[in-house]
């Protein structure tokens, strides 16, 4: 499976990030990607007033996904990119979807929110209901999760359990001091523990790090980009995958299993 991960500046203004998502869809396309990973949040980033990220919220089949979705139509890509959507009380879910060929396949609402380093993305954002989402794409099994999510080892752990093959994880990374680091080493480390590909993207705007990178199941960074806008590239290999499994039987030699009663509760947030 060919394996391309996007990243763009986005702004506040979500018709000109369809567009950048769009131009970046072409170029997956052309160059004859099976899964496109664009970053968290790419219908708008609002960095100074977060608050506005519930007025261009958009429901699943508003405008930006169904545009996204009619651009895969006749391809034979996948679309993973993130929006916010409204939640129904003035707050918001920030999901990310996979779509295919014109229609919608599936949708993940970011369970882990990013309250930490000064940010209270709580405040706005309502979590999922921690259920993992996993995906055929091209013969593959896909899992999902969203930025923060990339701190807490049990998501990575579920989607591994529910058979996830290759991990999409778009983002919008914060810079600071060592998070380049933070974000290079547990994206590493989710790949490496569970003997998966990750194909991660982050938005690349003047708050965030960009740095989308792809991941192998033995945990080398395969692909990279810096801090301008673009794709990078990878190929997953079901060889490469089963002797990786093979060499690092870690997902075998397991002798604790994450505990399926514990869900992220609302009252945590
Ligand atoms: O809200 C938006 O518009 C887009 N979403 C984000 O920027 C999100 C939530 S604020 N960013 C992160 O989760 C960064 C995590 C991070 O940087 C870390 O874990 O250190």
């Known amino acids: 499976m060919r394996i391309a991960v996007g990243q763009f500046a986005a702004t506040e203004d979500w018709p000109a990030n369809l567009k950048s998502c769009l131009a970046l869809v072409d170029q997956a396309v052309a ?16 960095i100074d007033e977060p608050a506005r990220i519930a007025e261009v919220a958009q429901p699943l089949d508003g405008p930006f996904v169904t545009a996204l979705a009619e651009r895969t139509a006749g391809t034979s890509v996948t679309v993973v990119a993130g929006l916010h959507e409204p939640a129904g009380d003035g707050k918001v879910f920030n999901t990310l979807v996979a779509v295919r060929d014109g229609a919608l396949v599936t949708s993940y609402r970011k369970i882990h929110l990013y309250d930490a380093f000064g940010s209270r993305e709580s405040d706005r954002v309502r979590p999922g209901d921690g259920e993992p989402v996993v995906f055929d794409c091209a013969g593959w099994a896909v899992g999902l999760m969203t930025c923060y999510d990339v701190r807490f080892p049990e998501i990575a752990r579920l989607l591994a359990d529910r058979g996830a093959e290759v991990i999409a994880l778009p983002a919008a990374w914060v810079r600071g001091p060592a998070k380049e680091r933070h974000w290079e080493v547990m994206t590493v480390a989710r790949a490496l523990e569970n003997t998966c590909y990750v194909a991660a993207s982050g938005e690349c705007g003047r708050r965030n790090i960009g740095a989308s990178m792809i991941v192998d199941p033995l945990g080398t960074v395969r692909a990279r980009l810096a801090d301008a806008p673009g794709l990078a590239w990878a190929t997953a290999d079901r060889e490469e995958l089963d002797e990786a499994r093979r060499r690092l039987p870690v ?19």
Request: charged share 25%; with cysteine.
């Open 31 to 46: 160059g004859g990607a099976d899964l496109l990973v664009l970053p968290e949040d790419s219908l708008a980033l609002f």
């Open 251 to 269: 997902l075998a030699n397991r002798r604790f299993a994450v505990d399926p009663a514990i869900r992220p509760l609302e009252e945590w947030c």
